[in-house]
């Protein structure tokens, strides 16, 4: 089940060059599924990348961390590496709770496909998905490297999208063009994600390769804008993974003059695209979110600065009872004044807050606007997609995240998880 979320037609996804894409079935959790997917890249590619912000975070988060620092040592800046040549990704095991046993087990992963490939470890990155507390059945994925291997080429984006998916129902991928310094830059990604998703990224892995020419130190503050405007504006559930990588290289063939600041208009171009396609990526996870019904946006306004209209939206976005109300098209809209209050804005004045529900101006001044009626708040609440906008009269800023609704499904998919 997923909301008005159409699956990516593979035609369309467009190969970046520098990038091959292989994709094998070695059989890490269940037998005939693609779970295993090698990113390699040409020579002189940038990669950055943001993770997980939860302290237990797993053995391939690590190692990545690791190995790109390593390149950042040998003379790359800006917390970038050019030396990275191949991205590693495994579906069904998440190598996370499993000690120096998980940390050995995504060195060797690492150190099998350098010598497939005649690269160094440390340009190798690790990524893993699924299963927490588990051994890597690493025997599994050495066996399934040479496979992946064969398979690289430029066009294997939508096989990629699959091969990383745990419990989405569909993959997701999209690619955009953009035309700098005259010359047409493509920007393609792809993401996994529908359960355990929180801001401060979530259960998702996400990655974008551009062939933008772009000097290297500007890659980091890049892919940390667009993970800020994109997957950490979502929330499923308010679990925050172990797992959560977003990565984003750079080829630089495009051919164009090299990028030197973000703030010029060839920056800002590239900017714009690659927070466009995150966005659509971050969107999708929660149109996928486990046993979803409802695509929700949560836009607060009037706050006295960015920080605090998050903090709003995320309380209500969070909220089990709102999640459940929207789940029963019930009009039960002071849960969703309660979120406002517990936000942490101590100084709130509740007696100048509005809300409204699309179109329905539900409360006035913090109490029931006079026009409003539960059949104007049901009406809205039974389409698949809503827009909660709260006022907080407290300044100019605006902020906006998006979730879903909270199902019985949502329960049945993770209780049954691991049968």
Excluded at 161 to 176: N, V, W
Aim: charged content about 20%; overall charge neutral.
């Amino acid at each position: 089940m997923s909301v008005n979320l159409k699956a990516p037609v593979a035609s369309e996804l467009k190969p970046v060059p520098g990038v091959r894409i292989g994709v094998a079935m070695a059989g890490i959790r269940k037998a005939n599924r693609k779970d295993l997917v090698l990113f390699a890249l040409d020579e002189g590619a940038a990669v950055a990348g943001v993770f997980t912000r939860n302290r237990f975070c797993a053995a391939p988060v690590q190692v990545c961390r690791e190995h790109l620092a390593a390149g950042v040592a040998e003379g790359a800046c800006g917390g970038e590496a050019r030396g990275i040549r191949a991205l590693l990704v495994n579906t069904g095991n998440a190598n996370a709770g499993t000690g120096a046993e998980g940390l050995a087990d995504a060195r060797r992963c690492c150190d099998a496909l350098a010598g497939l490939m005649q690269l160094q470890s440390r340009q190798v990155l690790p990524f893993s998905t699924g299963v927490i507390m588990e051994p890597l059945p690493v025997p599994r994925i050495e066996a399934g490297l040479p496979a992946a291997v064969a398979a690289l080429r430029a066009d294997a984006w939508f096989d990629a999208a699959e091969g990383i998916m745990t419990t989405d129902t569909c993959p997701k991928a999209a690619s955009r063009q953009v035309t700098i310094g005259g010359r047409t830059v493509t920007i393609t990604g792809i993401a996994k994600g529908a359960g355990m998703i929180r801001p401060n990224m979530a259960t998702m892995l996400g990655f974008v390769a551009t062939d933008a020419v772009i000097a290297p130190a500007l890659l980091q503050p890049l892919v940390r804008e667009a993970a800020d405007a994109s997957f950490n504006r979502i929330t499923v559930d308010g679990d925050t993974s172990t797992n959560d990588s977003f990565m984003l290289v750079a080829t630089q063939r495009a051919g164009h003059a090299r990028i030197e600041s973000l703030d010029s208009a060839d920056g800002r171009a590239l900017r714009a695209a690659l927070v466009a396609l995150s966005q659509q990526l971050a969107q999708a996870i929660v149109r996928d979110g486990e046993g979803a019904t409802k695509f929700i946006t949560v836009r607060v306004e009037g706050g006295r600065d960015e920080a605090e209209c998050r903090r709003v939206a995320y309380a209500i976005a969070h909220s089990p009872l709102v999640k459940t109300a929207f789940n029963a098209s019930d009009p039960n809209l002071g849960r969703i004044l309660a979120a406002v209050g517990y936000a942490g804005i101590d100084d709130l004045d509740q007696g100048r807050i509005d809300l409204f529900l699309d179109d329905v101006h539900v409360a006035l001044a913090g109490g029931r606007h006079p026009a409003y009626r539960e059949e104007h708040g049901q009406r809205v609440m039974k389409q698949s997609e809503i827009t909660v906008r709260v006022h907080l009269h407290r300044g100019a800023a605006a902020s906006e995240v998006w979730t879903c609704d909270l199902s019985h499904e949502y329960v049945s998919i993770n209780a049954d998880y691991r049968s």
